[in-house]
C-alpha cells in the first residue's frame, strides 16, 4: 500500500495525487484527504488506485444514505456535501475553459443548484435473472456486473414506485431476461414520467408480449403509455432500436412547460430532470433578444424553440434524427406556432444553406461537442450572437478556443442537472467581436 496526499479532484469525481511525479487516481478520495492506496493498474503515465483507508479526513466527506453506494458508484460524489460537489462541478469549468481556450476562469458564474434527490424523471435499466428472479438494477461502473436496486434515491419517488409495479408485474408473469442465443426474452426497462403520468417502455428480444401482461400495466392509473421495443443487435451500445410496438394507452407522453405544450413518443430525447432543465430554458430565452432570425442546432423535439418563437420572427430549428423532427413538427401544430421551420439534417450541411443573417444560434450538441464541420460553417456564417448549451466541459472549452477569435465569451453557468453525481451542464453565452 502507499500513502498519499489528494491535491485535487478529477473530471469523473476522483480524488487526484501524485507518486514520483506519476498521476495517482483513487476512486472515492476527495480534495485534501491523506489516503493508503492500492495501485491496481499503471499506464505508464499515470495510475488507477484503489482506496484503502482514509488517514486524513476532508470535513466535507459525508457518509452516503444510498443503500448500494459502495456497489453502484454511479452517484460518485454522495460521500461529499452538496456546496462542496456545486464548487466542484463549477471548477471543472473554470479548469476546462482555462485549460484550452486559454480564457479568464472568472467568466464561469457559481452552480446553479437542483434538488440534492429524487430529481430524475427517467431511468433505464438492464434486466437480469438473479436465483430466479428478474431483477433491474444498474452496472456497476467500468463492469457489466449488474447491482439490483431495492430503491433509487435519484429516482424521483413516482418513478420508482412504477419501476417496482413493472418488474412485480413482469415476474408474476414468469418473464426472463434476454437470452442472445435464441434473441428473446427482457433486456431492459424504460420508464419515462411527469406530474405523475408515466410511459412504459419494455425493450425485449423478437417475442410477442402477452397482451395479459399488458393488461396488468394498464390497471395502474401512473401508467398512461405502454410501449414494446424489439432490440435484437448484439454487444448493442443503444438501449432501443428503431421498432417500436404501441402495445396500451396514449401513444404520446404529454406535458407542459409553462404555456407549452408538449408530448413524446418513447424515443424522443428530453432531459432527466424537468426543473433543471426548465431553468435552463428560462436562461436561454432571457438571452435571447427579439430578432428577425434564431437557428437552433440540435433541437431535439423542439422545446426551446417553441419557447422562443415569440421572440423571433423566424426560426429555423435542425435535428438529424427523423422521429425527434416529427415529434418537433407535431408539437408545433399542437401549440398553433407557426413561425419554425423544422428541418431534419446535419446541423452544419443545413447552416451552411441559410443566406440571410443569422440573429442568434442556439446549440445544444451532444457530449462530443460541435464536429469540426460545425466550428467551420460557424466561422463562415458568423452569427451574431450564440448560445451554446453543453454537457461536457472539455468539449466545451475546446470549441470555445476555435471560436475565440471571432466572439468574446460574456459568460458560462453552470447547471448541477445530476445531482450527486460528477455531471454538469452550463450555458455560456458568445457575443460577435466589434467589426467582424
Known amino acids: ?63 452516503p444514505v444510498c443503500e448500494i453506494y459502495e456497489r453502484c458508484k454511479v452517484c460518485s460524489l454522495m460521500n461529499y456535501q452538496y456546496d462542496k460537489q456545486l464548487a466542484y462541478k463549477q471548477q471543472m469549468l473554470k479548469e476546462a475553459i ?8 472568472s467568466i464561469v458564474k457559481p452552480t446553479i443548484p437542483t434538488q440534492k434527490l429524487y430529481y430524475r424523471n427517467q431511468l433505464k435499466l438492464p434486466l437480469k435473472m438473479i436465483k430466479g428472479h428478474l431483477y433491474s438494477g444498474m452496472y456497476q461502473t467500468g463492469s457489466n456486473h449488474l447491482v439490483y436496486m431495492n430503491n433509487c434515491l435519484i429516482h424521483e419517488k413516482g418513478l420508482e414506485e412504477v419501476r417496482k409495479y413493472v418488474m412485480n408485474i413482469l415476474n408474476n408473469h414468469n418473464c426472463r431476461d434476454y437470452n442472445e442465443k435464441i434473441g428473446k426474452g427482457y433486456r431492459y426497462l424504460v420508464i419515462r414520467g411527469f406530474d405523475g403520468c408515466y410511459q412504459v417502455t419494455l425493450v425485449t428480444g423478437k417475442q410477442k408480449i402477452d397482451s395479459k401482461i399488458t393488461e396488468d400495466l394498464a390497471k395502474n392509473d401512473k401508467i398512461v403509455s405502454i410501449y414494446q421495443n424489439i432490440n435484437v443487435v448484439k454487444n448493442n451500445l443503444e438501449i432501443m432500436s428503431n421498432n417500436f410496438v404501441h402495445l396500451a394507452k396514449q401513444k404520446y407522453l404529454h406535458f407542459k412547460i409553462d404555456d407549452i405544450s408538449l408530448r413524446l413518443l418513447p424515443n424522443s430525447f428530453f432531459q432527466l430532470n424537468i426543473n433543471q432543465a426548465i431553468n435552463i430554458y428560462h436562461e436561454v430565452i432571457n438571452m435571447i433578444d427579439n430578432c428577425d432570425l434564431m437557428v437552433e442546432a440540435y433541437c431535439g423535439i423542439g422545446a426551446m424553440s417553441l419557447m422562443a418563437a415569440k421572440k423571433c420572427k423566424k426560426i429555423i430549428a435542425i435535428e438529424n434524427v427523423k422521429n425527434a423532427i416529427v415529434n418537433a413538427k407535431d408539437n408545433a401544430h399542437k401549440n398553433n406556432i407557426n413561425n419554425i421551420n423544422f428541418i431534419v439534417n446535419d446541423a452544419a450541411l443545413e447552416l451552411k444553406k441559410i443566406d440571410e443573417t443569422i440573429d442568434c444560434l442556439l446549440v445544444d450538441p451532444p457530449r462530443t461537442g460541435l464536429d469540426d464541420k460545425m466550428i467551420k460553417t460557424i466561422k463562415q456564417k458568423l452569427p451574431k450572437k450564440i448560445i451554446y448549451v453543453s454537457c461536457n466541459p472539455s468539449t466545451l472549452g475546446k470549441n470555445i478556443n476555435e471560436l475565440k477569435q471571432f466572439y468574446k465569451v460574456k459568460k458560462i453557468i453552470p447547471y448541477d442537472m445530476f445531482a450527486q453525481t460528477p455531471h454538469v451542464e452550463s450555458i455560456s453565452l458568445l457575443l460577435r467581436k466589434e467589426g467582424i
Open 1 to 63: 500500500m502507499q500513502k498519499l496526499k489528494i491535491i485535487k479532484m478529477g473530471i469523473n469525481g476522483e480524488g487526484i495525487g501524485y507518486l514520483k511525479d506519476k498521476i495517482v487516481f483513487v476512486d472515492g478520495a476527495l480534495l485534501d484527504e491523506e489516503v493508503l492506496v492500492d495501485i491496481i493498474e499503471d499506464y505508464g503515465k499515470y495510475c488507477k488506485a484503489k482506496l484503502k483507508k482514509v488517514l486524513v479526513k476532508s470535513k466535507y466527506r459525508k457518509n
Open 98 to 105: 482555462a485549460k484550452y481556450a486559454a480564457l479568464d476562469p
